[in-house]
């Protein structure tokens, strides 16, 4: 899927939240104006990854008015961990594997910088946005990264060792990182974890 010539693009239209989503935020005791930031960074179409983005970004002043006019020229970026759900993982095992793939991800990003250094740049000025979902099994999880391929966004698998909780070889996270827009198609249908 390419992106049509930049002659061709088409205006930019103005960012308007769902306002049902906007109150399942307002229930969770989360201001409009952070509400509207958070749909805005991540789709405006799940009220679930809205609040994670919340929380996950308190230090920056989310609760001054929003105008998407003022992120317009700011492409927003995000690494999300899908977790296979098939393996019914404990939440502490769940915990390590997504840390081997967000410091195996990481890595990947700062040795191939020439690829995906503009990405990391903006990722990491812009909140370091980091969302974890629901995989159904290692297919599942297979799939979603041959999809991510298509679209050059990077990834990281991770096979677990068998020490502990799992098989050895287990496909146990699968780390993808890149713009929102481009990350929610392979996985804006996911549930967060």
């Known amino acids: 899927m390419s992106n049509p010539p930049e002659h061709e693009q088409p205006e930019a239209v103005e960012f308007v939240p769902k306002e049902d989503l906007i109150s399942v935020l307002a229930s969770l005791g989360i201001s409009r104006n952070a509400s509207m930031r958070a749909l805005y ?46 393996l019914k993982m404990s939440i502490g095992k ?40 629901k995989g159904l099994n ?7 990264a041959s999809k991510a391929k298509t679209l050059d966004l990077p990834i990281f698998e991770v096979y677990d060792a068998g020490m502990t909780e799992v098989r050895s070889g287990s496909f146990t996270v699968l780390a993808i990182m890149g713009k929102t827009e481009a990350v929610n198609v392979v996985t804006g249908s996911l549930t967060l974890l």
């Open 94 to 133: 769940t915990a390590g594997q997504v840390g081997h793939a967000a410091v195996g991800l990481y890595r990947e990003l700062i040795e191939n910088q020439q690829n995906f250094g503009e990405s990391l740049l903006f990722w990491s000025q812009y909140g370091e946005t980091k969302i974890v979902l």
């Open 138 to 144: 290692a297919d599942h999880l297979k799939e979603l």
């Open 41 to 86: 960074h991540t789709g405006n179409y799940s009220a679930d990854m809205a609040a994670a983005w919340v929380f996950e970004n308190q230090d920056r002043n989310i609760n001054t008015p929003f105008s998407s006019s003022e992120l317009s020229d700011v492409p927003s970026y995000k690494m999300v961990f899908v977790v296979n759900q098939d």
